[in-house]
């Protein structure tokens, strides 16, 4: 309830004419009784013992409150109760005598004062004395100087209280009737002193019978107070101790200050998050402020001075705790443990999206430094690839499919090409972010053309490992060698526990993440999880990558919350709470109508949690850009200058590939059980290699007689072996060593392009 200022005046002319009625009663209470007749006389009798009783009552305010409620002018008859008990005593004796002892006894009352040193004379000075002293106590209302009494108008339903004198005797008199009655109360003998009222709070003084502590709570008092004007929740009531354990100070708010509000955050806060046993009991907030930016609030969480720490949220704890949405809550903690800031939102500001402005915010900073989006609070959100003193830096990111992967990618590769950088991009999902493969010096696509990129990468990494130990160069040096930047999308596809190249894709990986800083190769990972299993199983690739430049976590399949290996610094969150789609209110309706209007979800692309070297783990967005082609610049795809065999990347690549399928097919007769993942030996075999491939075709379209060989071009063999140039022509040579194919000769002359199946035919045979 809060206090209404509303009044009621009490009418000051039926007051006055109270007054004037028991100021003059006595008197003619004095003069009317010696003339009544026997019944009028017993009548005026039977009254003034039923009034005496009345009054009497009512001056020991032994009348039940709701009586002065039901009686008309109650609260006068209240006000008035010392005044109407003497005027009933005075009239009385006044009857009494009229009645009793005729027109002498009422002379000898009324006029003995004639002579005062008389008995009588005393008795008449004594009822005179009494009677006067009735209009003496009602002076300021007869002289009508009594200012009418406001009373605040109780709200609707609630009933109105007792009439007492003023609202602190009102707020006292329910004290002692509810909770320190000595027979009745809740909490008998504690016993309240009000010391302050105002429209907004009353306080007071609680004391215990002595040796006994004062228990009151806030409960009990809230309860005390139901139906009146007084009534407020018990959150409104807050205690302090007083100088002994007898002794307690009592503030209850008539309306609630904001940090007990629940609509505002520092009331939420209090009342559920910090709540003792909330989710962040032993926490409060500071510098409490409007944020323009959403509409909402925003304030420091600090520990309390008895608190080491902050808790670790869940967020999701959080989010139910302030009674809020995922998308309209932001807390992000510091390097401080004691002080983190939340943010509650009224309307998410990154919901219309953040508008690319333009290729100047991929600029790196002096510290590396680009801007990839923007985070709830307004701060940018940037990401960094390349520190001078550190060198390369890496990154991870998650999500689920849909959820801005490639958005994200884009724009790293972006702000990596616009500064200069080496791009090698590896993408087993097939050409799924076009942009980048324009930005590229070396693209693989597909799961066999992504591992020929990372193994080249690693090639990369392994051949500056020799460069810089023979220069004895200890760090990166940008001038000598141009920064590298690596990005393997949909990582599980190589990495994953049932990826084709598991075992030498997790060592190129791992061999990057841990040797690519001081070599200036950037390594950048996108996979739909975090999860250890889906990075080759080692914690060095999860630990180096996102220990050296951060995470950004998109949202995650809420099927996937358990899987998901949250990083340091991000253990509170969770990306599976991101919902799929922005919506206005957390509940759809139960029953739908034609009326129902459905709204179009809008996607939540681009949106997570940013975890990056710059000092920010925040919910952020990242800026809206389709499509980077139109900002590619074509002439400006770098290459490793640094790196000689680089022109001859194709080949490399096919060797590298090949050198792969060499262990898996020789060791094994060509039966295709790939070596590179020996802890597989005993599961289902893996599909067939290039080798394998190769054969397969020669052998489908080899003569069914085996009297002729027939000859198939190389172009036949590639679109149908479905193999890369590189790895085909790569694969081809070696089977040639192996004598597994040969080449055609006719008339002592190679046929370009032609192989048949096994060893070259002897001349005889040819001749034959
Ligand atoms: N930064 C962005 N700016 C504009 N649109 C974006 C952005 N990020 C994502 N989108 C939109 O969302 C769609 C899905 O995003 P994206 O392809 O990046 O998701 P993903 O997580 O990489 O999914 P998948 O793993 O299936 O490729 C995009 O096609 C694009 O329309």
């Given amino acids: 309830m809060t206090a209404n200022t509303t009044t009621a005046t009490r009418s000051a002319t039926t007051e006055r004419a109270i007054a004037y009625t028991t100021s003059a009663a006595p008197i003619a209470a004095g003069l009317l009784a010696p003339i009544l007749n026997t019944d009028a006389a017993l009548a005026a009798q039977l009254t003034m013992l039923g009034a005496t009783a009345a009054t009497t009552a009512n001056v020991m305010d032994w009348l039940p409150g709701r009586l002065y409620q039901e009686l008309p002018a109650g609260d006068i008859l209240r006000a008035h109760r010392f005044p109407l008990f003497i005027a009933n005593l005075t009239s009385s004796i006044a009857v009494g005598m009229g009645t009793f002892t005729g027109a002498d006894g009422t002379d000898a009352l009324m006029a003995g004062f004639l002579q005062p040193v ?22 300021k209302v007869l002289a009508g100087r009594r200012k009418p009494k406001h009373h605040p108008a109780a709200p609707p339903g609630t009933t109105t209280p007792p009439a007492v004198d003023t609202p602190a005797k009102e707020i006292a008199y329910r004290w002692r009737q509810i909770i320190s009655h000595p027979d009745t109360g809740t909490h008998r003998g504690q016993n309240i002193q009000i010391r302050t ?14 040796g006994q502590p004062v228990t009151v709570t806030a409960d009990t008092v809230s309860s005390a107070y139901q139906g009146t004007r007084y009534q407020v929740p018990a959150a409104q009531i807050t205690f302090t101790d007083g100088a002994h354990s007898g002794e307690r100070h009592i503030t209850v708010h008539l309306i609630a200050p904001p940090e007990m509000d629940t609509r505002t955050l520092a009331g939420a806060w209090k009342t559920w998050a910090a709540r003792s046993g909330g989710v ?38 959080l989010v ?25 939102m009224k309307e998410n500001p990154l919901r219309s999206g953040i508008t690319f402005p333009g290729p100047e915010a991929l600029k790196p900073s002096p510290g590396g430094y680009f801007r990839i989006g923007a985070a709830v609070s307004g701060r940018p959100l940037r990401a960094q690839l390349l520190d001078p003193k550190l060198g390369a830096r890496h990154l991870y990111i998650t999500g689920v499919t849909g959820s801005g992967k490639g958005g994200v990618l884009q724009l790293i590769a972006l702000a990596a090409h616009l500064a200069g950088a080496v791009i090698i991009y590896a993408d087993p999902k097939g050409s799924s972010n076009p942009a980048i ?86 390594e950048v990972l996108a996979n739909q999880l975090l999860q250890l299993a889906e990075l080759g ?66 996607s939540t692309f681009g949106l997570g949690y940013y975890m990056t070297t710059d000092r920010v783990r925040a919910m952020g967005r990242t800026y809206d850009l ?15 200058f640094d790196w000689p065999e680089w022109g001859d990347r194709h080949n490399l690549v096919a060797q590298l590939m090949a050198g792969d399928d060499e262990d898996a097919d020789f060791d094994d007769a060509g039966l295709g059980q790939i070596s590179l993942m020996p802890t597989m030996d005993l599961g289902p075999r893996k599909p067939a290699n290039a080798s394998d491939k190769i054969l397969k075709v020669l052998a489908d379209l080899a003569d069914p007689a085996g009297i002729d060989i027939n000859y198939v071009h190389r172009d036949n063999i590639q679109s149908l072996a479905k193999l890369e140039l590189a790895t085909l022509e790569n694969t081809l040579s070696k089977l040639i060593k192996a004598g597994k194919i040969h080449r055609q000769v006719e008339d002592g002359k190679e046929v370009r392009g032609m192989y048949g199946p096994g060893p070259a035919p002897t001349a005889e045979a040819v001749g034959e």
């Fill in 437 to 522: 493969e324009t930005m590229a010096a070396y693209t693989g696509l597909g799961e066999d053309g992504a591992m020929g990129a990372l193994l080249l990468a690693e090639a990369l990494v392994n051949h500056r490992i020799d460069l810089t130990g023979q220069l004895k160069q200890k760090n990166f040096n940008p001038q000598g060698m141009p920064h590298v930047v690596f990005i393997l999308d949909e990582a599980a596809t190589l990495l994953g526990e049932k990826a084709k190249h598991r075992k030498r894709a997790s060592s190129a990986v791992a061999q990057i993440a841990k040797k690519g800083r001081s070599m200036g190769v950037s």
């Fill in 197 to 210: 009222l105002t429209n907004q709070r009353w306080t007071g003084i609680i004391t215990a019978r002595p």
């Fill in 537 to 602: 199983g080692d914690s060095a690739i999860r630990d180096n990558i996102v220990g050296s430049g951060g995470v950004i976590m998109l949202r995650a399949d809420s099927s996937q919350r358990h899987l998901i290996d949250l990083p340091p610094g991000l253990e509170d969150v969770n990306p599976a709470d991101i919902p799929a789609t922005w919506t206005d209110d957390g509940k759809a309706p139960l029953v739908y109508t034609d009326d129902v209007h459905i709204q179009d979800p809008e």
């Fill in 118 to 139: 008389t008995p009588q004379g005393i008795v008449s000075l004594g009822w005179w004395a009494a009677v006067g002293l009735v209009p003496y106590k009602l002076r």
């Fill in 626 to 640: 389709e499509d980077a082609t139109e900002y590619v610049d074509p002439t400006r795809i770098m290459e490793p």
């Fill in 320 to 344: 139910g705790a302030l009674r809020t949405r995922h998308v309209l809550l932001s807390y992000e903690p510091s390097e401080d443990p004691r002080t983190a800031v939340i943010r509650l």
């Fill in 280 to 317: 962040m009991a032993g926490t409060h907030l500071e510098d409490v402020q409007p944020d323009p930016h959403t509409g909402g609030e925003v304030a420091y969480v600090v520990a309390n001075h008895d608190t080491d720490s902050l808790p670790t949220p869940n967020i999701r704890d």
